[in-house]
T-cell receptor, first 108, second 113 residues
């Protein structure tokens, strides 16, 4: 059983397209995190949110607590956005649960 | 340098050997975490520590041992490595538990032959 489910698993887009990655979770959470992992492996935190919406440059993250769902949007996608995007939730007992990631490729 | 570092970055070992992966952070974060990342599973928590001398099991602790004698260090030891422990290991730190972002180390790629 996966506490966090992401879709799609793989995504290919043309440069400039609007991209949406979805995340659903099944546990009670204190916060939801979106992470980015580039080829080469480094993981960085993009957003942490517990309600509403956050925006950072071309990236927007939203969360609906009632529906246990979050989305990560990328506007005007660029090849440098190519990476794996990981949804994670911090749940009860200091546990973190991670989705398996969405591999995004943006083609010039 | 400030930040979170892991060593070694790459390690090849043989079944049955003991291996220790090091993690060091310079922020004095209270919480530190060890994850493994495998294809099809995403990141899975092995152990975490809320403070020096306080550690607790995560989702997949079997075969691993941790210690935290100093706030800045959180070594992970595989006492008798098995092939199923071939993975990429990430250390992370946070200044509190779930309500703050985690900062990840660069990872250690471990191969057990």
């Amino acid at each position: 059983k996966n506490e966090v489910e992401q879709s799609p698993q793989n995504l290919t887009a043309q440069e400039g397209e609007f991209i949406t990655i979805n995340c659903s979770y099944s546990v009670g959470i204190s916060a939801l995190h979106w992470l980015q992992q580039h080829p080469g492996g480094g993981i960085v935190s993009l957003f942490m949110l517990s309600s509403g919406k956050k925006k950072h440059g071309r990236l927007i993250a939203t969360i609906n607590i009632q529906e246990k769902h979050s989305s990560l949007h990328i506007t005007a996608s660029h090849p440098r956005d190519s990476a794996v995007y990981i949804c994670a939730v911090s749940g009860p007992g200091n546990q973190f649960y991670f989705g398996t990631g969405t591999s995004l490729t943006v083609i010039p | 340098d400030a930040g979170i570092t892991q060593s070694p970055r790459y390690k090849i070992t043989e079944t049955g050997r003991q291996v220790t992966l090091m993690c060091h952070q310079t922020w004095s974060h209270s919480y530190m975490f060890w994850y493994r990342q495998d294809l099809g599973h995403g990141l899975r928590l092995i152990y975490y520590s809320a403070a020096a001398d306080i550690t607790d099991k995560g989702e997949v602790p079997d075969g691993y041992v941790v210690s935290r004698s100093k706030t800045e260090n959180f070594p992970l030891t595989l006492e008798s490595a098995t092939r199923s422990q071939t993975s990429v290991y990430f250390c992370a730190s946070s200044d509190t538990s779930g309500i703050r972002e985690q900062f990840f180390g660069p990872g250690t790629r471990l191969t057990v032959l």
